[in-house]
């Protein structure tokens, strides 16, 4: 049966992703009173991308067409850590914690060098934001998992997030409610989500990681593409691991909230970027600075 839930792991970390990007624009369609795209068309958009063929600059070297490669790896990494469902991830091991936050900051690395290796200044400013703004989130990530380690009493991700959550919801709850706020603001962060970032514009004034990735095209834009939605996967996965905790379920049963709750989290993460709009670039870094102290004061909650 480990087998099986590791399959299951595996399949759902690999198919799902996609559809969560249609969750989230069918919401938006909703807001706005419109139809909206359909809910497969992220599949259908891969699918073309990866049928087309690639254009190179000559300014660039194996660390542009390398970029979107780790960042699909890393991502996918970084999800084989992460628990889903109410059985251990399919790795996991005391500290594993540290190895899945600098996964996700390999394949940051690696976007970022990508798009230096353009020699355009507008890509470099893209990654300038891009590692600036990570240099905020990534003290409220860190302070969030040393809450679920302190209120898990454990070092693994997959004991962090199981059954020791649902019993520390009745006498940490505050601790808690204040983690997951900080998680998600900082989903939004690393997925250049509203109101850090919005994914469908292509002005430059406000771009950050949309302008990391214009000179990719074909196969290497459906992978960032992809490597996108895995991360969104990811850290959606985060955020419902301590908002619905899936450790005292039925293995089955948590399947099956674990897609709900994934489902759950796109549609906010819509109505989030249906009734907000971006904030000015010299907003963000106060966002991110909360974002930091709600998941500190989750960790001062639990220090008695």
Not at 263 to 281: K, P, Q, T, Y
Request: glycine share 10%; hydrophobic share 60%.
């Amino acid at each position: 049966m480990t087998f099986v839930h590791a399959a299951i792991h595996v399949v759902v970390v690999v198919l799902l992703p996609p559809l969560l990007l249609g969750v989230i624009n069918k919401t938006k369609a909703l807001f706005a009173g419109r139809v909206g795209p359909p809910w497969l068309q992220a599949y259908h958009d891969l699918g073309k991308l990866l049928r087309k063929g690639s254009v190179f600059s000559r300014t660039t070297t194996w660390i542009f067409r390398a970029g979107p490669v780790v960042a699909l790896i890393t991502a996918l990494g970084a999800a084989l850590i992460v628990p889903l469902g109410a059985h251990a991830a399919p790795i996991h091991f005391a500290g594993d914690f540290v190895l899945f936050a600098y996964l996700l900051g390999l394949g940051r690395f690696f976007t970022i060098a990508a798009a230096l290796d353009t020699g355009s200044s507008f890509e470099g400013m893209g990654g300038a934001r891009e590692a600036t703004f990570s240099c905020l989130a990534e003290p409220a990530l860190f302070f969030g998992l040393l809450a679920l380690a302190k209120a898990s009493g454990s070092l693994s991700l997959t004991h962090m997030l199981g059954t020791s959550i649902a019993a520390t919801w009745g006498t940490a709850g505050a601790a808690l409610v204040a983690v997951t706020a900080g998680f998600f603001v900082v989903l939004l962060a690393e997925n250049s989500r509203i109101p850090f970032d919005d994914p469908n514009t292509h002005l430059e004034l406000t771009m950050i990681h949309e302008v990391m990735v214009l000179d990719h095209g074909g196969p290497l834009l459906g992978l960032v593409l992809y490597g996108a939605a895995v991360k969104l996967l990811v850290f959606g996965a985060l955020v419902a691991g301590v908002a619905v905790p899936l450790g005292a379920l039925d293995p089955w049963l948590a399947w099956v909230v674990l897609v709900g709750s994934l489902f759950g989290v796109a549609a906010v993460i819509g109505v989030v970027e249906s009734v907000m709009a971006r904030l000015r670039l010299v907003q963000v870094p106060s966002l991110l600075l909360a974002a930091c102290l709600m998941s500190a004061f989750g960790v001062l909650l639990l220090v008695r």
